[in-house]
């Protein structure tokens, strides 16, 4: 079956990094377009990037600015979230999602605080 999951996030200070990873499975990741969003306490889940299934094709949430890169590695069947200049808005759940086979697949989320 489709899995997903996500790993990297931790307490970053504001202007810090963080490097997300969601490692995939029971899917042809090859073929498929992924996507990070992520849900602060109290607010709806938010689109934050996609990546096409080449990596040729990347799209951003206007938040994001520049700040976050997104990547993906066919080869180890996962896809990244470079996270840089965080500041206390970017404090969230953050979640990998695969839509394959008209469908949302989601894993269980790595948490990201930025705080000092």
């Known amino acids: 079956q489709v899995q997903l999951v996500e790993s990297g996030g931790g307490l970053v200070q504001p202007g810090g990094s963080l490097r997300l990873s969601c490692a995939a499975s029971g899917f042809t990741f090859r073929t498929v377009a992924m996507s990070w969003y992520r849900q602060a306490p109290g607010k709806e889940r938010e689109f934050v990037a996609r990546i096409s299934s080449a990596g040729g094709t990347i799209s951003y949430a206007d938040f994001v600015k520049g700040r976050f890169t997104i990547s993906r590695d066919n080869t180890k069947n996962s896809v990244y979230l470079q996270l840089s200049s965080l500041k206390p808005d970017d404090s969230a759940v953050y979640y990998c999602?695969?839509?394959?086979?008209?469908?949302?697949?989601w894993g269980q989320g790595t948490q990201v605080t930025v705080s000092s």
């Open positions: 999602n695969a839509y394959y086979i008209d469908r949302d697949y």
